[in-house]
């Protein structure tokens, strides 16, 4: 009898532990109890379609919510490698000291992924430095120039989407317009101090460019009066002990056309600003014209094809034909065609001529290209048939 009973208790434990273990395997294939359909979990490795392999989940500031979520990395279809045109857009940065490091990156985030998806392979950032005047003795910073610390931020950024990048310091105009001065009239009374200080503020940001593998880091730009000064040997000798990507320089339209070119470094830039007498509604083939027009004068004392187009840009406007760098500060009428057809003959002049790639000026750092309203600002394209013409362009180029 007492064997009776011990066989009928291990038979009903033996019960108990089945339908424990399938009720916990059950367990196993529901949802977690703290997630619903309010709240989705975040996108796992398999939720990533195949037919998308330039993402990556990476945790990401969120510029519309000011939160940090897994989210995935839009990156460049095809990143630039060596010897293939630099298809880029340039960015304006005159840093906002009010921004903490976190809304740094939450702008970089939101002005990056707008780069990728209009098909660039490369950005320029270009942020302000600083005189006192047009004879002042002194570059330093100033309430606009990123410290390093908050760069760092956005080449984060940057190198998480693999674009390829250029840094350009640039001497802020609105303490010289004033005495009729721009930088590229500046003449300081004494030199050798002023090349000094140059040396002195690149130095940390060339270190930075350096940590975060930038490609190019530009010396000088637009600084007509003071190219072909010797004392550029020095500054590019403490820039080249520092950094082991290009150097570069930024010559406006009139110096290139003119030979002067400035030092010798590794990659010539071309503002190219040049003014075409022709009407409002001229076609692109009227415009690429004029570009050929303006680049066989330079040819005698340049290749056409070692030159990279680092600004190309006019205001959407009547009459910008005429003057590409006047932004929009005069009374004319607003015509996003004139803006249209130049960045269009732009593209069909880089791609003839066969030069070293083109950066379509300028992007606002601080700008939600969501957002942006084009109706103001003249030196916008984005949101304007422009912008249709630069993803176009990235296209034809790649």
Same mark, same amino acid.
């Given at each position: 009898m007492r064997w009776l009973v011990l066989s009928l208790l291990l038979i009903l434990l033996s019960g108990c532990e089945d339908t424990i273990e399938t009720e916990e395997g059950d367990m196993d294939t529901q949802d977690s109890p703290q997630a619903s359909s309010d709240t989705p979990s975040p996108?796992?490795? =398999? =939720? /990533?379609? $195949?037919? %998308? *392999? $330039? +993402?990556? /989940? #990476? %945790?990401? *500031?969120? #510029? =519309? +919510?000011? %939160?940090e979520a897994k989210q995935s990395i839009a990156k460049v279809a095809d990143p630039w490698s060596d010897g293939e045109i630099e298809r880029g857009v340039h960015l304006y940065w005159p840093d906002n000291a009010d921004d903490s490091r976190k809304i740094v990156a939450e702008k970089a985030v939101r002005i990056l992924d707008y780069v990728v998806d209009m098909g660039a392979n490369s950005i320029t950032i270009s942020f302000p430095i600083y005189m006192d005047n047009a004879t002042a003795n002194e570059v330093t910073v100033g309430p606009g120039t990123p410290t390093t610390s908050r760069l760092e931020e956005v080449l984060q950024q940057a190198n998480r989407r693999e674009l390829r990048i250029t840094l350009r310091p640039l001497i802020d105009e609105q303490s010289l317009i004033g005495s009729g001065d721009w930088r590229g009239s500046i003449m300081p009374t004494k030199q050798a101090q002023w090349f000094e200080s140059v040396e002195t503020l690149y130095a940390p940001y060339l270190e930075v460019a350096e940590e975060y593998e930038v490609e190019t880091f530009v010396l000088l730009a637009e600084l007509n009066s003071l190219q072909q000064e010797e004392r550029w040997s020095s500054v590019i000798s403490a820039a080249r002990d520092a950094f082991s990507g290009e150097l570069s320089t930024s010559v406006n339209w009139d110096s290139y056309v003119a030979g002067n070119l400035g030092p010798e470094v590794d990659v010539l830039g071309l503002d190219a600003y040049f003014p075409m007498d022709i009407g409002d509604d001229a076609t692109v083939n009227q415009l690429v014209d004029g570009w050929d027009h303006w680049l066989n004068q330079a040819e005698g004392h340049i290749d056409i094809s070692s030159t990279l187009m680092h600004e190309v840009g006019i205001p959407a406007q009547n009459g910008a034909y005429r003057k590409p760098n006047d932004w929009g500060e005069g009374d004319q009428e607003l015509n996003e065609t004139v803006q249209e057809r130049w960045f269009q003959s732009a593209c069909s002049i880089v791609r003839l001529r066969k030069m070293k790639g083109i950066y379509y000026w300028k992007l606002d750092f601080h700008s939600d290209p969501k957002q942006t309203s084009t109706d103001e600002n003249r030196t916008s394209f984005v949101g304007r048939p422009a912008e249709e013409v630069i993803k176009a362009c990235f296209e034809e180029l790649s």
């Open positions: 996108p796992s490795s =398999d =939720d /990533i379609p $195949d037919s %998308t *392999p $330039d +993402t990556e /989940i #990476a %945790t990401e *500031p969120n #510029a =519309d +919510t000011g %939160t």
